[in-house]
């Protein structure tokens, strides 16, 4: 499996020709959801769910298909009958070749008084987990954790703690877009000092074989 960083939340995973890609949101590039197999979408915060994006995906592409909870769902599914499929916690299906599992239900607190939106993570080819905005431990080993480290809702002791709680064999940097060049270095040594999983942190475009 090749994974490309793209900007923000989002992630390209490409194998044998298809392609996968989650949370195409607007801190992504415009292009990040073009040339997709499939799209994954964990929520429907607009860092993490742009519709046009998506729109311009589906109607580049007539094969593109979408899974994402029902928030979502509903803002695409009139426009693409058929190709928008709604999921949530447990579900199981096969996506561009990939096989995906569906874990979590809720967006991490931000604050008391905001109400919270559902949220789903991803785990793709019971290997590599993308949680969306939140803290989910799936049922299963992880391989490698797609890691949330700069949000409103989290600091970075819950961060560590998180990885240390999922035990992955690698953790790789998202939600990185509102993080500057100064404070990388800072996150990325408290994470890798003390999560106890190998970390690294590739900038946009950049990519890996897993």
């Not at 729109?55 to 094969?63: I, N, S, T």
């Not at 769902?73 to 070749?97: I, K, M, N």
């Amino acid at each position: 499996m090749k994974l490309t960083k793209k900007s923000h939340a989002c992630v390209r995973l490409e194998k044998e020709g298809r392609t996968l890609v989650v949370d195409p949101g607007v801190f992504s590039e415009e292009d990040a959801a073009l040339g997709a197999d499939a799209v994954l979408v964990t929520h429907e915060h607009p860092d993490h769910f742009d519709e046009g994006r998506l729109r311009a995906a589906l109607e580049a592409d007539p094969a593109t298909e979408i899974w994402t909870l029902r928030s979502v769902a509903e803002q695409l599914s009139a426009a693409f009958p058929g190709r928008v499929h709604t999921v949530g916690h447990g579900d199981t299906f096969a996506a561009a070749g990939f096989d995906v599992q569906v874990h979590g239900e809720l967006h991490a607190v931000i604050h008391p008084d905001l109400p919270r939106v559902t949220n789903v993570g991803y785990l793709v080819d019971g290997s590599l987990f993308h949680p969306g905005d939140a803290f989910t431990v799936p049922d299963r080993p992880v391989e490698t954790l797609m890691l949330p480290v700069h949000a409103p809702w989290n600091k970075i002791s819950e961060v560590i703690d998180y990885v240390r709680e999922v035990k992955p064999r690698r953790t790789f940097d998202i939600h990185d877009a509102l993080l500057t060049d100064l404070a990388l270095p800072l996150y990325d040594g408290h994470v890798g000092r003390l999560g106890g999983s190998g970390h690294a942190h590739l900038a946009p475009g950049e990519a890996t074989e897993l």
